[in-house]
């Protein structure tokens, strides 16, 4: 009983970690932004929250693609139609690319910035969007969220914007699916609770 009470700790900790982990697909857009960033090759990518964007953006082409890296740098590559627009994606999904998004009159936070910046603070303003700016001028990495610009200093600082985001994204969701979700964590907490009590009892006789 012993042993196996080890193991499922073990495998309840493997598990725990495991959901630290970030996702593949975000860490293919960090090394995308961080590498054209360094080309100066401008980028506009914009992740879905809970509201819809459809209401808020023009053009665009329809795109069903899993997130990859080739994906979007092919996408952004300076010599494709899609270029200049902003790539729409929901989960791990590019819904739209060469979308055209309305554009901030924030002029004080956009001054100093281009299209592509006024473009992703335009529907952060009017959606809980986070979007994701590289400059072709600077070379510098922007998002911007809850209608606010903030620089990236460190490309690690990107990766925890994002993870956030999705986190805040999917709390609820989480919470609402507790009871229908996770069945086998709450059976192995089950199953060790009643392992532990039992060797407990065993002992005492």
């Given at each position: 009983?012993?042993?196996?009470?080890?193991?499922?700790?073990?495998?309840?900790?493997?598990?725990?970690?495991?959901?630290?982990?970030?996702?593949?697909?975000?860490?293919?857009?960090?090394?995308?932004?961080?590498?054209?960033?360094?080309?100066?090759?401008?980028?506009?990518?914009?992740?879905?929250?809970?509201?819809?964007?459809?209401?808020?953006?023009?053009?665009?082409?329809?795109?069903?693609?899993?997130?990859?890296?080739?994906?979007?740098?092919?996408?952004?590559?300076?010599?494709?139609?899609?270029?200049?627009?902003?790539?729409?994606?929901?989960?791990?999904?590019?819904?739209?690319?060469?979308?055209?998004?309305?554009?901030?009159?924030?002029?004080?936070?956009?001054?100093?910035?281009?299209?592509?910046?006024?473009?992703?603070?335009?529907?952060?303003?009017?959606?809980?969007?986070?979007?994701?700016?590289?400059?072709?001028?600077?070379?510098?990495?922007?998002?911007?969220?809850?209608?606010?610009?903030?620089?990236?200093?460190?490309?690690?600082e990107l990766e925890h914007e994002i993870e956030l985001f999705l986190k805040e994204k999917f709390v609820q969701k989480i919470r609402s699916g507790f009871f229908e979700n996770n069945i086998q964590s709450k059976f192995l907490a089950l199953l060790i609770s009643l392992?532990?009590?039992?060797?407990?009892?065993?002992?005492?006789?």
């Amino acid at each position: 009983l012993e042993v196996l009470v080890f193991e499922l700790f073990s495998l309840w900790g493997v598990r725990r970690r495991a959901k630290k982990t970030a996702p593949e697909y975000v860490e293919n857009i960090v090394h995308v932004a961080e590498r054209l960033a360094q080309q100066k090759i401008g980028i506009l990518v914009v992740l879905t929250g809970h509201q819809s964007l459809s209401h808020h953006i023009q053009g665009g082409f329809d795109l069903n693609g899993k997130i990859s890296e080739p994906l979007l740098q092919s996408i952004f590559d300076p010599s494709t139609p899609g270029h200049d627009g902003a790539v729409l994606i929901e989960g791990d999904i590019v819904t739209k690319f060469a979308a055209h998004l309305p554009l901030s009159e924030d002029f004080q936070q956009i001054k100093q910035y281009g299209t592509r910046h006024s473009a992703g603070l335009g529907i952060a303003e009017k959606t809980d969007a986070l979007s994701i700016i590289v400059s072709e001028e600077r070379g510098t990495i922007s998002t911007a969220r809850n209608g606010k610009l903030k620089s990236i200093v460190q490309i690690s600082e990107l990766e925890h914007e994002i993870e956030l985001f999705l986190k805040e994204k999917f709390v609820q969701k989480i919470r609402s699916g507790f009871f229908e979700n996770n069945i086998q964590s709450k059976f192995l907490a089950l199953l060790i609770s009643l392992i532990l009590w039992y060797l407990v009892v065993y002992q005492l006789r």
